[in-house]
């Protein structure tokens, strides 16, 4: 089983940027697709973008697109979402997640999930 572990959220102004990382671990990490989802207050958990195992192929919502970046870095057993132009509407907890292989948008599709950390995005 991976365990995942994130960290990087904070508060930060509108416009402004953040790296999220998700620290893994587990023998089946390197074969493992990661996905990146967010949860505001009253609201269902949501798909924000997704990396296959071998970092070669993404995906993400239109919200994000253009101005979120995932990628991995596998020696480290880390994958990293790079969050950029800020707004308020991206205020959430963001988790990150694992599944064999190949990306999912489902969150029910993945079997591994971190604690997720809170971001905030004040106007």
């Known amino acids: 089983q991976v365990q995942l572990v994130e960290s990087g959220g904070g508060l930060v102004q509108a416009g402004g940027s953040l790296r999220l990382s998700c620290k893994a671990s587990g023998r089946t990490f390197s074969n493992s697709a990661v996905g990146w989802f967010r949860q505001a207050p009253g609201k269902e958990r949501d798909f924000v973008a997704t990396?296959?195992?071998?970092?070669?192929?993404?995906y993400y919502s239109s919200s994000v697109k253009g101005r979120f970046t995932i990628s991995r870095h596998d020696a480290q057993n880390t994958v990293y979402l790079q969050m950029n132009s800020l707004e308020p509407e991206d205020t959430a907890v963001y988790y990150c997640a694992s599944r064999p292989f190949v990306p999912a948008m489902a969150a029910a599709d993945f079997t591994s999930w971190g604690q997720g950390t809170q971001v905030i995005v004040s106007s």
């Open positions: 990396i296959d195992y071998s970092g070669g192929m993404t």
